[in-house]
């Protein structure tokens, strides 16, 4: 009788003991991911550096980077020769629509509390109540702005849209500018197109309907309106013409000729890398949340967003939609990349720990860049350009057509209506 | 001075003005090439040109090599340009003396493959390439870099000319009338004789796949694949650190060892170019 | 008469056996990585393809939004607009300079042929990126050259419309100058010099002799030149690509360009494999054209 409880008390203790470390050992092998070549170096970097390969020490994890333009055509390539790598992919709304329309990757409804997660995002990745992937990045658009010279010139930072035309003509008449825009529609990284997207997600409206269409020169699409306020920007006395992304933008910052410049938060990496330079006429520069473009409107819009997706012929899926998820939907994850790699998704206990945990940074007088960014995701409902498979051919399009706007050989209306055809036909050739 | 002993000085003059203006055309690009390399990128563009940098530092080939595996791409480059030459030397010859030397039945259809090929811009199947080796798996390898092209027409084309025009048949009959058979012609005898042409061929291949960007931006995505061409397209396309200075520190690397060169075998290089085409 | 006539193609095959097998790795190469690609681009141009899962036949659809897409017409002009602004006054410019080193009246001529040939030496993407640096907006040297030597104000050489396509037009001017001026110096080292001497003896001055005599015996050359300029202006790809992007808008574009945006951005490889065909097309045909002129003269 002793003996047979022994044996079950051994034989439970084993087993218990033995499913432990089943779940340890079931996450191992090799997972690799793939994508943009920033984002991958600081992925990379972010695990290395972070608790995962302590917690997880059978997992070895890759991530390789591409040139921005690259990576989509090789994940494409990869996944048509039968490939079962990368495990993860990290893809912009440029492409997504190619992978989710192909049936490429894997739902992960079940691993995922949207609750936590920025719903505009999410829903990009939404289809059928399956959700497909995680957010990685949003990029909203951000007001930078001198605080030195809004001290010396005594105004505020603009709420409305009237307000910030206001303050851009006290600045004009100082000699300065307070916005960038390129007139020759800048190259696909600071392009005039993804400015233009910022704007007509920011008004609520959008290129592509959820259904595929092309909405962008409807009343719905509000593509008429973003292009004439648009022109209506460049046309300012106060907006230089000069590329913001560029050494010549730099050149003009450093030469104290910029008060202010409305763009994608992202431009905050060129700084970091013009700066480093060493010039005491940079100036104090900080971060605010732009102002509504429409009475009661959002007072932000993100062109593009970055979603982590597991795909379909990985052969170690359990693993990898654990790495995913440290990413996509962890606090420890998205945490460490925002303050390590300025990238900053949609978690949104993260979002909260970064209210108070962000970095500071000395190039933006100890501003927390991450607090800020983290707090327009959490209380401006920033809506992102829906994409379609069409989209990276619309981008194009979009930007030759503004920067026909922009020179004078079309009006608005005209420049939305070319575009929205040539989109059409992109989309019927595909 | 005589009216024309006058007007020959100035005919001398004129002409000299013109030959070194044409110098400082083409010297002055590969100066601020490499005086940009070691400025700060406000330095750089900015409408304070100095001609010479305030203060020569290296910091941007620093964050190359900190950017990139950029020893192991430089070496990708010269491994890549020497294979293509050494192959197109052997190949190339092989075709161009059986199309010189020995009127085989198909010998004029076969010319006219090499000829059409000529002809033929690359553009018309870089995607097929791109399939082909996809489905090969040979992207991003040597192989998929290599051995495709391997064999150029056009070094064909220049190699039946030499053999045609310069290469005594007498020679080949002597051989083979001591009993050298057909195979070892070719090694004992038509290699040695034409190890000049060889040469200048070689060269010319290196140079050109020196500089070839197009093939290894179709073939190769991953880091450590890059050939130094690539580099410059990814530093200065844009994307998050778009460093002009760095880009210029990359080309300085990459164009040093190729000037070098030509330097020293200039006569190989000039003479070949010279008397390759004007055959015509 | 016709089993000899078999008999004497055996023979002969059986003879000159060993060319085969001296040829075989061109062939080989040829049929696998020129051949096949050339067919596989002509049939996918019928088909329409993401580039995973199976091709669609669509038949001749693509080359019908073809001749209706604005940018390939866009892209068509500018390279026409290339090749009649580069292959003639580059080919000039180059034989002027090739008959100023051939003169006996210069000195130091391998000197000046090896700075000249320098550019060439140098990869197009490095000379694109030169040229990116030198013409940037906002303090390229050029510009401040201009201003400072003429007084000049600053060309907007990468972000006008109306100047993209000089600003690609001067990089290959740059870069090609040399290679030609070899190959045109190298054919005027083969004129006869008593030809010109005869000519002197006439009474003919420099000009003359190059107009009469100089041009029309480099003839042959001079066409050589022009079909390869072509197939080199079909190709252009990394001028546009470093410099402008193809913009600002379309203005700089090439069909190279926009073939491999169709292509590798846009995935759609059905209809970048017409643009191969047409490109394939016009330059074959132009080049043959070129032949035929210039066997007339």
Redesign the interface.
């Known amino acids: 009788m002793f003996i047979v409880v022994l044996l079950t008390i051994f034989s439970v203790v084993t087993f218990a003991a033995g499913q432990q470390e089943a779940t340890a050992e079931a996450l191992k092998g090799k997972v690799t991911m793939s994508g943009g070549a920033y984002l991958m170096r600081s992925a990379q970097d972010v695990w290395d550096t972070g608790s995962m390969p302590a917690k997880y020490p059978n997992i070895k994890f890759k991530a390789t980077g591409y040139p921005y333009l690259e990576y989509a055509k090789k994940m494409k390539i990869a996944i048509a020769a039968n490939e079962s790598d990368p495990d993860i992919l990290v893809v912009h709304s440029r492409w997504i629509q190619d992978f989710l329309a192909l049936d490429l990757v894997i739902p992960i409804t079940d691993h995922i509390n949207k609750d936590d997660q920025v719903t505009e995002a999410l829903l990009e990745v939404t289809i059928d109540d399956e959700i497909y992937g995680y957010i990685y990045e949003i990029a909203p658009v951000v007001m930078y702005y001198r605080n030195d010279i809004m001290e010396e010139m005594g105004f505020d930072l603009p709420t409305t849209l009237d307000q910030y035309f206001a303050v851009g003509r006290k600045i004009a008449a100082a000699g300065k500018y307070w916005d960038l825009i390129d007139p020759a529609g800048g190259t696909h990284v600071a392009a005039i197109e993804r400015e233009f997207l910022n704007f007509i997600t920011q008004l609520g409206g959008d290129v592509f309907g959820k259904d595929g269409s092309v909405i962008l020169n409807t009343a719905k699409g509000k593509g008429v309106e973003a292009a004439q306020l648009y022109y209506r920007l460049f046309k300012a006395d106060f907006t230089g013409h000069i590329n913001a992304e560029r050494p010549e933008g730099f050149t003009a910052v450093k030469e104290g000729k910029v008060a202010g410049n409305y763009i994608g938060y992202a431009w905050v990496h060129r700084m970091r890398d013009a700066i480093k330079e060493g010039d005491p006429t940079f100036g104090e520069w900080r971060m605010g949340t732009p102002p509504s473009l429409v009475p009661g409107g959002a007072r932000s819009g993100s062109e593009t967003g970055t979603w982590v997706f597991i795909n379909k012929l990985s052969d170690n899926k359990k693993a990898a939609i654990e790495v995913a998820k440290y990413f996509g939907h962890s606090l420890e994850g998205q945490s460490a990349l925002a303050n390590k790699h300025v990238i900053i998704g949609g978690y949104k206990p993260a979002l909260e720990y970064l209210q108070d945990h962000s970095a500071a940074w000395p190039l933006l007088g100890g501003q927390g860049v991450q607090a800020k960014i983290a707090e327009i995701l959490l209380t401006q409902k920033v809506p992102i350009a829906h994409a379609d498979p069409a989209m990276g051919e619309a981008q194009d399009i979009l930007r030759d057509y503004l920067t026909r706007m922009l020179n004078e050989e079309m009006t608005p209306k005209e420049a939305m209506d070319a575009a929205a055809s040539k989109i059409q036909k992109a989309q019927e050739l595909k | 001075m005589t009216v024309r002993h006058a007007k020959s000085i100035a005919v001398r003059i004129l002409l000299y003005g013109v030959l070194l203006l044409f110098v400082l055309i083409c010297i002055f690009p590969f100066y601020m090439m490499v005086s940009g390399s070691t400025k700060n990128n406000s330095e750089l563009i900015t409408l304070n040109q100095k001609l010479l940098p305030q203060q020569v530092n290296f910091r941007k080939y620093a964050l190359l090599s900190e950017r990139f595996p950029f020893w192991r791409i430089s070496l990708n480059t010269v491994f890549f340009a020497g294979s293509k030459a050494i192959l197109a030397v052997l190949f190339c010859s092989m075709a161009g003396f059986a199309l010189a030397k020995y009127p085989f039945p198909g010998r004029s259809i076969c010319f006219a493959l090499v000829l059409i090929t000529l002809m033929v811009p690359f553009q018309s199947i870089i995607v097929p390439s791109y399939l082909i080796l996809a489905r090969f798996r040979w992207l991003n390898t040597f192989w998929g870099l290599i051995v495709p092209g391997a064999v150029p027409a056009f070094g064909t084309f220049m190699m039946r000319q030499f053999f045609v025009a310069s290469f005594p048949d007498e020679v080949l009959d002597a051989a083979r009338i001591d009993g050298c058979t057909e195979f070892s012609l070719y090694w004992k005898i038509v290699i040695p004789l034409s190890a000049p042409s060889m040469w200048v061929l070689g060269m010319i291949i290196l140079m050109l796949n020196w500089k070839n960007f197009i093939w290894p931006f179709v073939v190769v995505s991953k880091e450590e694949m890059f050939t130094i061409p690539i580099v410059i397209q990814a530093i200065a396309a844009g994307g998050v650190h778009e460093d002009w200075g760095q880009a210029l520190a990359a080309s300085t690397v990459g164009t040093i060892p190729l000037i070098v060169l030509f330097l020293v075998a200039q006569k190989y290089f000039i003479s070949g170019l010279m008397s390759g085409f004007s055959k015509g | 008469m016709k089993g000899l006539q078999s008999n004497d ?1 055996i023979a ?2 059986i003879r ?8 075989a ?3 080989i ?2 049929v ?3 051949a ?3 067919l ?2 002509f049939n ?1 141009s019928l088909h ?1 393809w ?4 199976k091709p669609t036949f669509v038949g001749l659809r ?1 080359f019908g ?1 073809l001749f209706k ?2 940018y390939f017409w866009t892209s068509f002009y500018n390279t026409l607009y290339y090749f009649l602004t580069i292959v003639p006054l580059r080919t000039f410019l180059a034989l002027v ?1 090739a008959f ?2 051939n ?1 006996p ?2 000195r130091w001529k391998e000197g ?8 060439y ?7 694109a ?6 013409m ?6 050029i510009n ?2 201009l201003e400072q030597a003429f007084g000049i104000q600053p060309v ?1 050489w ?4 109306a100047w993209s396509k000089i600003s690609v037009s001067t990089v290959v001017y ?1 870069n090609g100058f ?2 030609y001026m ?2 045109l ?3 005027l ?2 004129i006869p010099k008593d030809l010109y001497e005869a000519a002197a003896i006439d009474g003919a001055n420099q000009v003359r002799c190059f107009f009469r005599i100089t041009v029309p015996l480099m003839l ?2 001079i ?2 030149i022009m ?1 390869i300029s072509t ?1 080199e202006i ?2 252009l ?2 001028a546009p ?2 410099l402008t ?1 193809g ?4 203005s700089s574009i090439t ?2 360009l926009q ?3 169709n ?7 059905g ?3 017409a643009y ?2 047409v ?2 097309l016009a ?2 045909f132009l ?1 043959a054209l070129q032949l035929k002129w210039f066997k007339s003269k």
């Open positions: 193609l002969r095959i000159y056996r060993i060319a085969y097998l001296w040829f790795p061109f062939l190469l040829f696998i990585f020129w096949w690609p050339i596989f681009s996918l329409k993401q580039m995973l899962g693509n939004y897409d604005e300079i100023v080193l003169s009246q210069v000046f042929r090896i700075i000249y040939v320098l550019p030496v140098t990869a197009p993407i490095y000379v990126l030169l040229f990116k640096v030198l940037a907006e906002g303090g390229g040297w401040v050259f907007p990468l972000v006008s419309p740059w040399g290679f070899l190959i110096l190298g054919g080292q083969k042959p050359i066409a050589f079909i197939i079909f190709s790809f990394e690509l470093l992007e913009g600002p808008g379309v069909l190279t073939l491999w945006r292509a590798f951005d846009y995935f759609k490889m209809y970048a494999s191969a065909v490109i394939f330059v074959v080049s």
